[in-house]
């Protein structure tokens, strides 16, 4: 038996609930982990709370993150006592997920835990650490240097906001933070940032080309701020798109695409092939320095808990990450 929400869907409505549940109930796979931790991401919200359709099986198992051993094996990469990660490929919402005490799945999901970090600190990074990793990356593929002029980071106080910051300040960036939240000023600053912008600045609706300001850009808003970025970005520049905490639409023109040969490079963590996500933690690894994981900060909850902070978590009472000890 193991410990894990359980999120249900039935005539008595839509429910997740801490369960006890035998190992039958586990999925198939070629690996199973003993899990260690997991973490609350916006989606884990979603699912726990069913604000919107992202558990697409029921009785599902949530957590699109985990971080553990292996336990048992018969794919030919794992062994039993190997250290794990794993983020998405619907993890949590099509197959059983992170937020338990045991998890089956398919050992070409796993990646090795990094040895710059700890299970909890892995966590601490979760799925928003790795795209923030995943958008410099595509800086980086289409030639972005610090160079070229500063990088423009949206949704900075954010899970992938912060990390991107903290990441792309440490390679040697000058770094403009944009948030909502004007007390997070001296912590974007501590994590990085040359300078913090106020969100206003950014989610009116702008014109379809403004002044040249930014090489690149990491934009996890979307909507009029995703169009207000790509109007202001150089010629030549590059926009890593990968969230939208500010809305699901584009009102842009292709202006800055035609007349700036700006690249607009969409980022998804989800279905991410597996050399990449390899990549991705080699690098937060080397380039997410401990310092600043350690300002970025994560509170660590137990799987009850999880199940109280997840509509705190949509409605934005949330500061910083939290990690799930599904042991607790
Ligand atoms: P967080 O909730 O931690 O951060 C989102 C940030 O966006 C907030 O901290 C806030 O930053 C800003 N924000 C929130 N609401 C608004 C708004 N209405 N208008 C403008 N800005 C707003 O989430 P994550 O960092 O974990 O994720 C960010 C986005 O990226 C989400 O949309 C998420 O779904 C998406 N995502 C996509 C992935 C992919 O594979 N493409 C993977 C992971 C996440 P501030 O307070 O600084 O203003």
Redo the contacts with the bound molecule.
Sequence with gaps: MFKAILVEKDDAGYRASVRELDDAALPDGDVTVRVAYSTL???DGLAITGKSPVVRKFPLVPGIDLAGTVEASTHPGWKPGDAVVLNGWGVGETHPGGLAQRARLKGDWLVPLPPAFTPAQAMAIG??GY?AMLCVLALERHGVTPQQGPIVVT???????SVAVAVLAKLGYQVAAV???PQ?ADYLRQLGAAEVLE?AEF?APGRPLARERWAGAVD??GSH?LANVCAQMKYRGVVAA?????GMDLPATVAPFILRGVTLAG????MCPLPERLLAWQRLGIDLEPQRLALIGAREIGLDEALATAPALLD?QVRGRVVVDVNR
């Design positions: 991401n916006y989606k799925t928003a795209t949704g900075a106080a954010g899970g992938v906001g948030t909502g939240r997070e969100r989610s996890s808003v701020t990968c969230g939208l905490a500010g980022i998804d963590s989800v934005g």
